[in-house]
């Protein structure tokens, strides 16, 4: 009866269900609404630093939408039944489109979202699989008018570092209309999450001047010139006992860990790692987030990435380590890594060492809280570091937290989630001697990689000492409420509230700290003399100085941990993950025989804070918390035996298939609007002694392809061409065979129109109305002829007797419009009736006309019609010179290209008439307000001249018109 019931009931979860249609009324900008709680909690006017110039960039801004309180509890039920092995849906993941067609935002909702955005001028970049966001791009100054609100500066300090930030400076709102599916907006602000790895304490760091070579951060072995241990991926191995897996070898085929970052890294270090803990060189692939900038290295977190790569591989070196980063746009961070990750499935298991006190989370965790949900019904399982800083994570976050609310009981978000596995730290109890031990192996006069004999006592990592927290994370989430899997083992508190962490695992950066190998020379010990020139250039050591590179904090646990569920995921046959594990460590952790042998009880120690008489620690954060017999809040259900784990975890049912990984590849991952693309798709099957057979499957932006594919010899091609701008997404889904699980692979494109320079196009231009001191739009058509294709640049200019009452007072915002060889382009034009409005934007008054194109480039042009054509010319030749001047390394040449740009702009200026009113002053319109009133333009009705130029040949014109009424 089972096997015909399941597919059934899969059926009924997977088939293309359609959300409800929540939007139903007109958007109107003039009845704006609210976000609740959408000011950021750290942009506080105490620390305000001024204005941030309207030109300011923004990429990759997500608007999240909300579910519905049926979507909400049909979610619930289903992850729960995802876990439960009694019912038929267990381990039966979701895709993203199923996700997007069972909990999403209806499409024709999404439309509308997505129409309003790119009227106030934004680019649209992309609209979720799942659809549970739309991203988007634009300027400081789009934000502020599409939100109602102003973008500001703050000065803040982290660890006493002054460090400058951005954030809206009041709550953002959107049209009323639009208010009932709009959750939240991210990626406004760059108050980026801080990683939880910690470099050596006071206490290492004063031996270090004792005992030569101590050293930086590195992985724990036994010291062949100081007999010190510090901890190598071998240790972790005897340990943790992860070598009774791969004896059997069991080391995390199949599986695809997923590490999130902030930083592009560099590859050489991944290698010297591996080969100094004598492990296959094997890199991880890289993935950079679309629309997050070009790939850069950024301090602090390349080092953080270099472990959580490093690590998680090392514990699962037969896994496929991606690594999925941000690039060099200031408001992207490691939650748009992780953001991504889930949306287009990447890995069965998710590695983020990053994170941030619930206090300063405020409410924006609830649109991450939809992407953690979505990660649990694909069966993606989010592991997240439980933090440093003990029982006050607030503690040393910022200086915009005040020492109450760093003193404050706190726990760290995402690690609370109830979508998420919180990793929190132990700490080694083996004594301090050096050398041979009970646990330890001698120190010869070579370094000893593995010297670590067996598992060793643990406690709760507390390494504070004065003026300086350091210990792992853990206590009550005043967020979450406490959720149905967190029960039935003694010593879980019955508050009702979500307690922190799950589990923990070493994690001291003071004793037996960590081994790591990093470019990134914030994490080199540079208080020694001679200071650390290199890292791991001989071993795991610096070829010129012998030091070390060591660390510790959660951020080494969470990708250990990561790596060990790739080991047991493929011991358990769980080819296509495990989703929420949570209740599945709960029950086990239940039954008290399983515990004694899978998990170690950490029963001596604490998180509270240890410096008495401090001004950082007082009240309720001296005494919690303390760790006990089976659950505590201060180490969760304590570490783990591997082995025992894997033994005792359940089988997935029905996974008695042998895995498989696809991928596909490209040919180019920039083509031309028309140009044909080749997907080469490749199947490989989990031991490498099969070879699948079967078809694969086709999706281009989520839409079926036909025929199906069928594979030879484990391979197959497709070829395609994108006749629209933009990002693609092409799918691979491989079907299976009697002997072969299935499994996906996506692959992103970014096509890009380039211009034909030969052709024509027509255009019409749709007629405005407004109240006065509104904004109205216009819909542009764009339709190609005799081959052209190209990106459209607009300008608009008032015509007629009472053209200039319109050019002084009201402004006009284009956005280019990319135009492909087939098939008509829409875009949009405004106007703002607003005088004031006008004067507020960029500081500039009247006949404004910013254009800023929406796929392949950005642009900004004048032009009124009123004798202000120098001002364009001034900015072409301005952009001209600083284009020819700035690629070149010459200081000189960028300062004559800055003179050339500012005298051009002052001929501009000056060559346009002078008008004065209202108390203003300004320069044909374009100066700058001084104070005064501003009045809008007279109602009636105005003609406007809509001029389309191609970017590249600007002898490819069209004109049409448009009507503007203005009504009282």
């Known amino acids: 009866m089972l096997s015909t019931v399941v597919p059934s009931l899969r059926a009924q979860q997977t088939e293309a269900q359609q959300p409800p249609v929540r939007l139903h009324g007109e958007v109107d900008n003039s009845q704006m609404v609210p976000i609740p709680g959408s000011l950021h909690p750290l942009a506080r006017p105490a620390n305000d630093a001024g204005r941030l110039p309207q030109g300011t960039q923004l990429r990759n801004i997500h608007l999240f939408f909300s579910r519905t309180a049926a979507q909400d509890a049909d979610l619930k039920q289903l992850i729960k039944d995802q876990q439960d092995p009694s019912t038929p849906l267990y381990h039966h993941w979701l895709t993203p489109e199923q996700y997007g067609a069972r909990f999403g935002l209806a499409d024709s909702d999404i439309a509308k979202v997505q129409q309003w955005l790119e009227q106030q001028g934004f680019s649209v970049d992309s609209v979720a699989r799942g659809k549970s966001f739309i991203a988007f791009s634009g300027t400081a100054g789009q934000v502020e008018q599409a939100f109602s609100t102003q973008m500001h500066r703050y000065n803040v300090v982290w660890r006493g570092q002054t460090e400058s930030h951005f954030a809206p400076s009041t709550a953002l709102s959107v049209p009323a209309a639009l208010a009932p599916v709009v959750l939240g907006v991210r990626d406004l602000d760059d108050f980026r999450p801080h990683s939880m790895m910690r470099h050596l304490g006071p206490q290492a760091l004063a031996a270090q001047s004792q005992t030569p070579h101590l050293g930086a951060v590195q992985p724990a072995f036994t010291s062949g010139q100081t007999g010190n241990h510090f901890l190598a991926p071998g240790d972790i191995d005897v340990i943790y006992d992860v070598n009774a897996l791969s004896k059997q070898g069991i080391t995390g085929v199949g599986q695809t860990i997923a590490v999130m970052g902030q930083s592009a890294i560099v590859l050489s270090d991944i290698e010297a790692f591996q080969t100094a803990a004598g492990l296959t060189v094997k890199d991880p692939t890289e993935t950079l987030v679309p629309n997050t900038g070009t790939a850069t290295v950024v301090s602090g977190d390349e080092g953080e990435s270099d472990l959580d790569l490093e690590w998680s591989g090392a514990m699962a070196p037969g896994a496929t380590i991606e690594f999925v980063y941000t690039g060099n746009s200031q408001n992207n961070g490691v939650f748009d890594s992780t953001i991504y990750a889930v949306d287009n499935k990447i890995g069965q298991i998710i590695s983020l060492s990053y994170g941030a006190c619930e206090f300063d989370a405020g409410t924006y965790y609830q649109t991450f809280e939809i992407t953690t949900s979505q990660a649990a019904t694909q069966g993606q399982t989010i592991l997240a570091a439980a933090g440093d800083s003990g029982s006050t994570s607030c503690y040393s976050s910022t200086s915009t937290d005040t020492l109450a609310q760093q003193e404050q009981l706190n726990v760290n978000y995402p690690a609370s989630s109830q979508y998420v596995t919180g990793v929190g730290g132990t700490e080694f109890n083996e004594g301090t001697a050096s050398g041979a031990t009970q646990y330890w192996s001698a120190n010869g006069t070579n370094d000893v990689i593995t010297s670590a004999l067996s598992y060793m006592p643990e406690v709760v990592w507390n390494d504070d000492s004065a003026g300086y927290i350091a210990a792992g994370g853990g206590g009550v989430s005043t967020i979450f409420t406490k959720p149905t899997w967190q029960t039935g083992v003694p010593g879980i508190p019955g508050d009702g509230h979500r307690d922190v962490p799950d589990l923990s695992l070493d994690s001291s950066n003071n004793h037996d700290p960590y081994l790591l190998c990093t470019s990134d020379q914030s994490n080199w010990d540079t208080q020694v003399n001679p200071p650390q020139a290199s890292s791991c250039t001989n071993g795991f050591r610096d070829s010129t100085t012998g030091l070390l590179t060591v660390a510790g904090g959660t951020s080494f646990a969470t990708p250990i941990v990561a790596g060990m569920l790739a080991d047991i995921n493929q011991k358990v046959n769980a080819t296509s993950g495990q989703g929420l594990i949570n209740p599945t460590l709960y029950q086990l952790a239940a039954n008290s025989?399983?515990?004694?042998?899978?998990?170690?009880?950490?029963?001596?120690?604490?998180?509270?804070?240890?410096?008495?008489?401090?001004?950082v620690c007082s009240g309720n954060a001296m005494t919690e918390y303390m760790s006990g017999t089976g659950y505590d809040l201060a180490s969760g259900l304590g570490s783990i035996d591997l082995n025992s784990l894997a033994m005792a975890w359940p089988t997935t049912t029905g996974s008695t298939l042998i895995g498989t990984t696809t991928t596909i590849t490209p040919s180019t991952v920039t083509p031309s609007v028309g140009q044909t693309v080749t997907f080469t798709i490749g199947v490989s099957s989990s031991t490498g002694s099969s070879i699948p057979t079967g078809t694969v499957s086709i999706s281009v932006d989520s839409v079926a392809q036909t025929p199906t594919l069928t594979l030879s010899n484990g391979a197959a091609t497709y070829q395609t061409s994108f006749i629209t701008p933009g990002a693609h997404t092409v799918e691979a889904s491989y079907s299976g065979d009697s002997t072969h699980a299935t499994s996906n692979a996506t692959a992103s494109v970014n096509a890009s129109v380039v211009s034909s320079g030969v052709g024509t196009f027509t255009m019409t231009a749709s007629n405005i109305t407004v109240v006065d001191g509104n904004r109205g739009f216009s819909t542009i058509t764009i339709t190609p002829a005799g081959g052209y294709s190209g990106n459209v640049l607009l300008n608009i200019t008032p015509t007629g007797a009472n053209a200039n009452a319109l050019a002084s007072s009201a402004c006009f915002q284009t956005t280019a419009i990319a135009v492909g060889a087939t098939g008509s382009a829409t875009?949009?034009?405004?106007?703002?009736?607003?005088?004031?409005?006008?004067?507020?934007?960029?500081?500039?008054?009247?006949?404004?006309?910013?254009?800023?194109?929406?796929?392949?480039?950005?642009?900004?042009?004048?032009?009124?019609?009123?004798?202000?054509?120098?001002?364009?010319?001034?900015?072409?030749?301005?952009?001209?010179?600083?284009?020819?001047?700035?690629?070149?390394?010459?200081?000189?040449?960028?300062?004559?290209?800055?003179?050339?740009?500012?005298?051009?702009?002052?001929?501009?200026?000056?060559?346009?008439?002078?008008?004065?009113?209202?108390?203003?002053?300004?320069?044909?319109?374009?100066?700058?307000?001084?104070?005064?009133?501003?009045?809008?333009?007279?109602?009636?009705?105005?003609?406007?001249?809509?001029?389309?130029?191609?970017?590249?040949?600007s002898s490819i014109t069209y004109t049409t018109t448009a009507t503007l009424q203005i009504n009282p």
Not at 890 to 900: D, H, I, N, P, T
Not at 910 to 936: D, E, F, H, K, L
């Open 827 to 953: 875009g949009s034009f405004s106007v703002d009736t607003s005088a004031q409005n006008c004067i507020n934007t960029n500081g500039q008054s009247r006949g404004k006309h910013g254009v800023s194109a929406v796929k392949p480039s950005t642009q900004q042009s004048s032009n009124n019609g009123n004798g202000r054509a120098p001002i364009a010319a001034a900015t072409m030749l301005g952009g001209l010179l600083l284009a020819g001047f700035l690629g070149r390394k010459s200081r000189k040449l960028r300062g004559l290209a800055m003179v050339a740009l500012l005298v051009s702009f002052g001929w501009a200026l000056s060559g346009c008439g002078s008008s004065r009113g209202g108390g203003g002053y300004g320069y044909g319109g374009y100066g700058y307000g001084y104070g005064g009133t501003a009045s809008n333009p007279p109602t009636g009705t105005y003609t406007l001249s809509v001029t389309g130029t191609d970017s590249k040949t």
């Open 593 to 615: 025989t399983t515990y004694a042998s899978a998990f170690h009880d950490t029963i001596v120690g604490g998180n509270n804070c240890q410096v008495a008489g401090s001004s």
